[in-house]
């Protein structure tokens, strides 16, 4: 018998998969050497932190003396913390944000766990245009609630407008918006998000409750081709932000996100002082103190984000080279091609026996293309070529 | 209507106590200087962290251009980190444990959450002595599992076995121990735990299934009088650590802890990968990097434990001059004593007349009691003996 819950026992055996890739993925590195391996299943960014990290973290090692240096704090994080995260929004999002507007969480995934717990009562849904990161569904799971996934079209991933509409009911809590989105890369535009959010307040209406318009937006900072992400919390009421500085400013590991709510929610304190307490009592207490007060010091600045330009095109020929179908990504590190043939699974076992490590679409909830990541170096990317192109003429 | 879920909404409702006295606690020290309010109200180490911990960060900081710093990990923890902390533990457990037994987490709190993800079906029991961590309620509340709390004896805090048996029933998944114990600084017993090992195990053949034994305790360093705290691991199969270095090494706000599981427990690596699974989507993903780094160079240090050794001095001599009666606390820094007329309520607002903070043990499950915690400077206490001495004339 089990010492897991039924639930938890399943989602191993579901995840059982991905733990054989990545063990199958680390066999080859040992056979081969890593530099032989084109390694683009993670999303875990290799640039290092931009330097102002590394001069605040000097200064906090002088500091250390000072009482209560790394003690607890405030669960909604450092004062000041806060009102420069506040400020940062502020010119993002378009609208005014105090300080107490604002959560200091552990990572976006630590923040969304908060925000659900907070909100949830058992069999809320969460609508999410798919392709996902599938980590979304978990989350909601852990408060008994259910991910609804609602496919974007083919290949450009725009979104599914009339399927929303459809996939929205009463049960309906939160619309989570992953922009720009990971896998696809897709940065959903401002006129798509209008409709949206007309189907959202006319559901609203309907119900006599308001949807949560959650955006999840790690990778706002990192866009191509002057495309900019449209600023939600100005374009509808109850808008709820969650997002991370994960990739800007490549401290993935450290843990350091948040969650903004709009001031335009009537009361917005009273779920900012909810997700406060949930933010304890999930155990994360509070987000780490030495990640908050680095982000506080580099918050204005991001990694190197030219690097990722060029990468970006650099993996772009290799895909055309290898008569590959895709969508530029207008933001983020990856790329989503079609699978040639269709089969997203069989592609990745092609690209595997040329020692190309690949995410199949299946794991994003959209089966017939795959993830490439390429927060890699550009040599990685340009070697992959000739195994790329073998991987696709062997289906 | 709240945009909290009812069981949030209700949480707030009676936390929001809590809050006000954090508040007046505010309101009295820029009223009267903080120097002249005496707070023994929060256990946030007021000690600075060990000399070990600014030499790694600032070796850290020497390091930090090279690629993934400051990156993702596995889930469960650094590989060195993990080792250097099972090697700690097998001294500190007596039984061996491998690094693949432990699980580094966001704090204790963290721990806890996931361990509970993992294991609990809906309805499920979490039997723990009281007064206890108001907390655990909550960790337990999360995953639809119930905490029910057996007082100990009076004044003494032994376990009361009777009771203990009584409570656990065909619910019970987890004895929870936390020892030195938050609030009343009881260390307890081998002899005591001997006889509640026999109790579970009793339970357990009945059940067919076992019940686990979940020890809690960061402040297992820091114990008086050469009382020492029995190694659980050694003495139960199916006993799981969760514990924390946010005391041992004053780093609360950085938030790392630990699970370790018991190599002793048949098939103890589901358990792992299925706790590692759950701190993963409940959006800890790992353990704060830089928080890991430090603890593995400082972990065979702490703190200056002579400075609380004097601390607890001079606070029992407060007590006993202020006619207060109370155990000398075993471990920890906490003392729990007895309310002078028995209402603790009473007794907290007398003493914050006198500007001196406590809580009332009503917030530990164990009215007629309050807690001071003495992680408060010397001074602090000394010059609070007038002031409780007259909160206590005036019961």
Avoid at 114 to 119: G, K, T
Avoid at 182 to 197: F, M, Q, T
Avoid at 257 to 275: C, R, T
Avoid at 288 to 310: C, F, H, R, S, W
């Amino acid at each position: 018998m089990s010492l897991l819950s039924k639930q938890v026992a399943h989602y191993l055996e579901r995840a059982s998969w991905i733990r054989k890739m990545f063990e199958s993925g680390n066999e080859l590195k040992q056979k081969y050497g890593a530099e032989n391996v084109f390694d683009f299943s993670l999303g875990n960014p290799d640039l290092p932190p931009p330097a102002e990290i590394k001069s605040a973290m000097k200064d906090l090692a002088g500091r250390l003396e000072q009482p209560m240096s790394l003690g607890y704090m405030p669960n909604a994080g450092l004062p000041s913390a806060r009102k420069a995260l506040a400020e940062y929004l502020s010119r993002e999002q378009k609208i005014r944000l105090e300080a107490s507007d604002v959560i200091i969480t552990c990572g976006a995934a630590g923040g969304l766990n908060a925000l659900f717990r907070a909100v949830f009562e058992a069999g809320d849904e969460v609508v999410c245009p798919a392709p996902y990161f599938v980590e979304y569904g978990f989350y909601a799971e852990n408060f008994q609630g259910r991910l609804v996934p609602v496919k974007s079209r083919p290949l450009t991933f725009e979104l599914d407008l009339d399927a929303i509409e459809e996939a929205v009911n009463s049960k309906t809590r939160v619309v989570l918006i992953n922009s720009p989105n990971n896998p696809s890369g897709r940065v959903y535009s401002a006129d798509e998000l209008k409709v949206l959010i007309d189907i959202i307040e006319k559901k609203n209406q309907e119900l006599g409750r308001p949807i949560f318009l959650v955006v999840d937006e790690p990778y706002r900072f990192l866009t191509y081709d002057e495309i900019s992400v449209p600023s939600l919390m100005a374009m509808y009421d109850h808008t709820i932000v969650v997002s991370s500085f994960s990739k800007s400013l490549s401290m993935a590991g450290e843990r350091v996100g948040y969650v903004a709510v709009s001031p335009k929610i009537p009361d917005n304190q009273e779920l900012l002082n909810g997700i406060t307490l949930t933010n304890r009592i999930l155990g994360f207490v509070n987000a780490p103190v030495i990640g908050q007060i680095l982000m506080e010091k580099a918050i204005n600045v991001t990694v190197d984000t030219n690097i990722y330009v060029q990468r970006r095109e650099a993996m772009a020929d290799v895909l055309d080279q290898a008569g590959i179908e895709f969508s530029m990504p207008g933001g983020g590190f990856y790329f989503f091609p079609r699978a040639p043939g269709g089969d997203d699974q069989a592609f990745t076992r092609s690209l595997f026996e040329e020692n190309v490590l690949a995410v199949p679409g299946t794991g994003f909830g959209y089966p017939g293309y795959v993830r490439l990541a390429f927060c890699v170096s550009r040599d990685t990317i340009d070697r992959s070529g000739p195994a790329i192109k073998r991987a696709v003429q062997r289906m």
